[in-house]
Every structure is written in C-alpha cells, then in structure tokens.
C-alpha cells in the first residue's frame, strides 16, 4: 500500500487495522516491519496520500476499492487442523465491508486464500446489500521479504482475476489502471478468479518444491563426495531449469510456503483427488527432513552427544535482511537441540530476545539452556560449535580466526546455508561441515 501510495500521488491510501498498538507503529519513527527501504517510502508519503487509523468503518464508508489483507494462518482446529487455511478473519473483513458499505465497491483479495474463497466473500456481500454493486477480485502478492520493495517496485508480474461479467471486466481495468501507473501493461494478466486463486497456491507450491528437491539432492550429495552448489550450478544452466531458488539449505521457512502447500494438500483431499494431494505434500515431507538431518548431523558430528555442550546459534530469522521467524528453521533446529540438552547462545542481527524466546516456547527448566546475544563473538565464545541458520552477510565478514580461539577444541562449525568458504574455515582448523558437501 505504500508502493501504491508513493507511485500513485492521486490516490489516496488508508491502511486500517483494529489493533491500536500496530497502528500507532506504523504512525511513530520505528515501523513494526524491518524491511529494506520500506521506511523512506512510508515516510514520504505518510500524512499525504497515505494514512494509517484504526478508523475501519469510516475507510470501509469513504473507499472506493478494499484489499482485505488479513493473515490466512494454517487452521489449528476442527476439521482441516493442520492443513487448510484459516478463514475466519478474511470472513470478519467481509462481513464488516457489508454492514458498513453503501456505495459501489471493489473488494481486492490480497490475502492468500484458498481457490473459490471470492465466492464466499460475494455471497455474504449478497445477503446484506441493497442498491449498490459489488465486484470481488483476486489480486494476489508475489513480493519476497527482505526484497519487498525492489520486488513492487519491478515485479515479474501482477495478476488481478475477477468474474467474466462486464462489470468484473470493469473492475478488473480500474485495479489495473492502478498498477499501469508504473508497471508496464504486459506484466498485468488478467485471468478468471479462480485461476488467479490458484495461481498463487501453485507458485508457491513451485518454489517451496524446488528447495525441497534441491534439499533432497543435498542429501544425496552428502553420501557420494558430490558438492550440490557445483550440481546446482550444472543444472542451473539448463534455461529450462534455471538458476534461481537452487541453494540448498538447513531448510525453507516464512509464512507462505508451507501453509500454502498444505492448503493445496487440502484443497487436492477435498476435491477427491489424493494421488495429487500426497504428491505435493512429500515436500514438505523433505522440509521437515532437511531440518531434522541438520539437528541429527550436529549430534552425531559432537561424538553423539550435546548434553551440557554450548551450542552459538548465527541467525534466527528465516532468511536474510528481515526480522520475520514464522516458520524459520532455526525454531526446529534450536528445539530439537534442547531436547538434546544442549546450551544454546543465539545471536541474530534483527530479531529481538522475545521474539526468539517466544517462538522457542520453552518449557520450565529449559529456560536456563537458551541465551541470546546481541553480539556474536560473545554467542561463540567457549562454544563447542557454531552453527549458522540464516544467511546474513555480516556473517561472511566475522573474525574467524578471533572466534576459533575462543572456542572449545576440536571447533565444530555446521554452515547450514553453504555461506562460507570451507577452505579457508579449515585452514584455521575449524571441523566445518556444509549442507549437501562433504
Ligand atoms: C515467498 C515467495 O518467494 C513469494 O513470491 C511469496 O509472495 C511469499 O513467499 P518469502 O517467504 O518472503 O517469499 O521468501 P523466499 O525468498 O521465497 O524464501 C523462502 C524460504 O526459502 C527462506 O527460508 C529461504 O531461506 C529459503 N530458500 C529460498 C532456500 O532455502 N533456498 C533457495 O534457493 C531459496
């Protein structure tokens, strides 16, 4: 929305939210999102064409076209627990839009949603509107964290779906004539809803597949001297393959992936299809597997064992450059490791104590294993081994040779994102063991 805000100066953009903490983030100096640029653009247009309030009903009276863009999280109960996505605050949204519009409206599901999720938004708009029309689009959101601006600012392309009536046709020009302000008009495809729905689900469902068979390479890679980056890179030169999204990992993490798989394992159960549904569901599978590999590899490499061991821990966050941990490895990597009764010294650039303290949800008597710092020499210092769980830069620059002294002997480093250069590692005398190389 501040894209839209920034590239758009006629059009004004109020993002609503009911939760008043979050918005006076939003309103203050320190935005709730570590995200690169994301700040300039926000300040620039903030209090111009772009507001945050907590107003909902007045922006809902007051706004042309609505993107619900609420979280669609992994439902936790009743039927689909674990699988299907949950609905229930895409469904507060729309019946809040129809107890309060009255005028024509566009609402834009920007959420990511099970397919034929529009239906049910319509049909709750139908049941309380009187003399105006409404049109749902779907309108889903490519971007990647950590390169969300550059990811909007240049997408590969946008996608708006909508009904195949001259007024979806309608609303699908105006959402578009919003984008065309910058992105060029053969990037937009228009395609019916439910395509566009899926769409989303099966990029996804694409990308995370992708690690996940990389992944499993790497195991492979581990038990016969081949090096994956070097077969990744074979492959990767094959135009039909590509290089992109090749690096095998400790594993894949964030939001999207496997919530979306597994609401496209649902979705492939509900429609009757269970060879498709146990096809898609494998990589996941290997996700967890990589994950538990990692954990399996740092025991056995300790002599098999890491009781009472310190254990530094570089990186929480799912990835590099953002501050999220939804689903990041490293909540399986480190859980696993205290189960193990392993003491734990994480340091990560961005994510704070709390948030690494409330993902690990420890139990009582666990809480003394875990420590977080805010600097990595001092993760590492007397450690037995250090492993790395998020690609960060600063972790290329770290003084290697400082940190080997300062450690127990023999100095085990486990690189779970390929990062650093084994070589030179071992020529200080770290043990270093890589993902998928020997
Ligand atoms: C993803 C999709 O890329 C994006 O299009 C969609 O809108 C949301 O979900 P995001 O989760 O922000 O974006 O990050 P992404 O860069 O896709 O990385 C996801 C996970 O896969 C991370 O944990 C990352 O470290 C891992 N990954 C990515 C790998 O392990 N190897 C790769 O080659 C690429």
């Not at 074979?234 to 919530?259: N, T, W, Y």
Request: proline share 3%; glycine share 6%.
């Amino acid at each position: 929305m501040a894209v839209i805000a920034q590239k758009c100066p006629g059009i004004e953009v109020t993002v609503v939210d009911i939760n008043q903490e979050r918005i006076d983030a939003w309103n203050s100096d320190k935005l709730p999102i570590f995200e690169h640029g994301l700040d300039e653009i926000v300040k620039q247009s903030r209090g111009k064409n772009l507001f945050f309030s907590t107003d909902v009903d007045r922006a809902i009276e007051e706004s042309e076209i609505i993107f619900i863009s609420v979280n669609t999280p992994t439902k936790s109960y009743g039927e689909g627990a674990g699988k299907a996505a949950d609905l229930k605050f895409v469904e507060l949204c729309a019946r809040r839009i129809a107890g309060t519009a009255k005028n024509d409206k566009i609402i834009v599901e920007k959420s990511t949603i099970p397919v034929r999720t529009a239906e049910m938004i319509k049909r709750i708009m139908q049941e309380s509107q009187t003399d105006f029309s409404v049109q749902v689009l779907s309108n889903p959101e490519f971007l990647a964290e950590g390169t969300a601006i550059q990811d909007l600012h240049n997408p590969d392309r946008i996608l708006i779906g909508g009904e195949e009536t001259k007024g979806g046709r309608q609303a699908i020009e105006t959402l578009a004539s919003v984008y065309e302000a910058w992105v060029p008009k053969d990037k937009i495809i228009k395609t019916n809803l439910w395509s566009s729905e899926l769409s989303k689900l099966t990029a996804n469902a694409f990308l995370a597949q992708r690690i996940s068979s990389i992944n499993a390479i790497s195991a492979l890679c581990e038990a016969t001297q081949a090096d994956v980056d070097e077969v990744a890179q074979a492959i990767g030169k094959d135009s039909r393959i590509g290089p992109k999204f090749l690096k095998a990992s400790v594993g894949f993490g964030g939001s999207c992936f496997q919530k979306d798989v597994l609401n496209l394992v649902y979705l492939c159960e509900h429609f009757g299809l269970p060879e498709v549904a146990a096809y898609w569901e494998k990589v996941v599978t290997m996700n967890n597997y990589q994950k538990s590999r990692f954990t399996k590899n740092i025991v056995k490499t300790l002599f098999n064992t890491v009781s009472g061991k310190k254990i530094a821990i570089l990186g929480f966050a799912f990835k590099k450059d953002t501050n999220d941990t939804r689903e990041t490895a490293a909540i399986s990597v480190c859980r696993d490791l205290i189960e193990e009764q392993a003491n734990l010294s994480v340091y990560d650039p961005e994510v704070k104590e709390s948030k690494i303290r409330k993902d690990l949800n420890l139990k009582d008597g666990e809480e003394r294993q875990l420590t977080i710092h805010d600097d990595p020499y001092t993760a590492c210092e007397g450690s037995h081994a250090i492993a790395i769980l998020t690609e960060w830069d600063e972790f290329k620059q770290l003084d290697y040779q400082g940190i080997f002294r300062a450690m127990e002997k023999p100095a085990f480093l486990f690189d779970g994102r390929n990062l650093l250069n084994i070589e030179k590692l071992r020529s200080i005398g770290f043990q270093i063991r890589g993902i998928g190389r020997v």
